[in-house]
């Protein structure tokens, strides 16, 4: 697979300084809807095949703003708009979830973030920069990390507030997999994959409700591993299993591949994705889990 084109002036923005301002207008956005009732108010299938609430369009709306306001050419590619060509569009596709856990958001529980991923081709292998910001504010915010902000740039390594991520700050003397986050956790599927849970050998299990937060966990070492249960999408994961990569852990996507052993950033993608500070870790879940979606599939 070709390189990215770093002249491409595209690819040459400042991602970091726009993925800034779009996490803070979402968060000014999400203000806009301060009950639970009004977060749950549905609008509708988006392209992703969910239904979408009124804070994921509100979401999305901020976010397309932003980035015609760029005025560069590219492909979005968003959970409630599917593929949306900005500028004429481009090669360069961006992979947004406006609000990965939007559960959480609706609830008002604190683990849900914006997910955007720049990619130079079509391919989660093409990811050049990776972008996750919580988006939960004041009184109950998460304490993951200072502001709740994580990015990767391929080749320059992923960081937490501004702090370099590592798949090793980890304790020394924990087992292999001590805490495993997964995500998909509805009790049925949780129930039928009991067994598989218990053969990865963690220690501790995990499930928060965001699988781009959750790869941040194995990014940073606060999780040795993460996996979903049922398929995800790439607007879940594009973001994350770059960051995860460049903090020096390995990332699978088992169930969808294309014929050159590449995963699409399409919104036809599903895949579980699995994540680990080190193979050997993956390995066992991939063993545990095997390759075959699960025959039975409940919403999340």
């Given at each position: 697979m070709a390189g990215p084109d770093h002249s491409d002036p595209t690819l040459a923005a400042d991602w970091l300084a726009v993925c800034r301002r779009i996490a803070d207008d979402v968060r000014a956005a999400l203000a806009h809807y301060p009950r639970p009732e009004e977060r749950a108010?549905?609008?509708?299938?988006?392209?992703?095949?969910?239904?979408?609430?009124?804070?994921?369009?509100?979401?999305?709306?901020?976010?397309?703003?932003?980035?015609?306001?760029l005025g560069l050419p590219l492909t979005l590619v968003s959970e409630e708009r599917g593929h949306v060509p900005l500028a004429g569009?481009?090669?360069?596709?961006?992979?947004?979830?406006?609000?990965?856990?939007?559960?959480?958001?609706?609830?008002?529980?604190?683990?849900?973030?914006?997910?955007?991923?720049v990619a130079s081709g079509s391919a989660m292998e093409t990811v050049e920069f990776g972008y996750i910001a919580e988006l939960a504010a004041g009184a109950g915010a998460s304490p993951l990390a200072t502001g709740g902000e994580w990015w990767a740039r391929r080749g320059e390594g992923a960081f937490a507030d501004g702090a370099p991520l590592s798949v090793l700050d980890r304790?020394?003397?924990?087992?292999?997999?001590?805490?495993?986050?997964?995500?998909?956790?509805?009790?049925?599927?949780?129930?039928?994959?009991?067994?598989?849970?218990?053969?990865?050998?963690?220690?501790?299990?995990?499930?928060?409700?965001?699988?781009a937060l959750a790869l941040c966990l194995v990014a940073g070492g606060r999780a040795d591993a993460m996996t979903s249960l049922a398929p995800c999408r790439s607007v879940d994961a594009a973001a994350g299993q770059l960051i995860v990569r460049e903090a020096g852990g390995v990332v699978a996507f088992p169930d969808e591949r294309e014929p050159d052993g590449s995963t699409p950033l399409d919104l036809d993608m599903r895949s579980r994705v699995m994540a680990a500070w080190r193979q050997e870790e993956l390995d066992l879940l991939l063993e545990a889990f095997g390759g075959a979606l699960e025959r039975e599939q409940p919403a999340r």
């Open positions: 108010r549905t609008t509708g299938r988006g392209e992703g095949g969910d239904l979408a609430l009124a804070i994921d369009r509100a979401a999305e709306d901020v976010v397309l703003a932003e980035l015609e306001a569009g481009g090669p360069v596709h961006v992979v947004v979830d406006p609000i990965d856990g939007s559960l959480n958001a609706k609830r008002r529980l604190p683990f849900h973030c914006l997910s955007i991923a304790p020394d003397d924990s087992p292999a997999i001590e805490v495993l986050a997964f995500e998909s956790a509805n009790p049925r599927i949780v129930a039928a994959l009991s067994d598989e849970l218990a053969a990865t050998g963690a220690k501790r299990l995990r499930a928060l409700g965001a699988i």
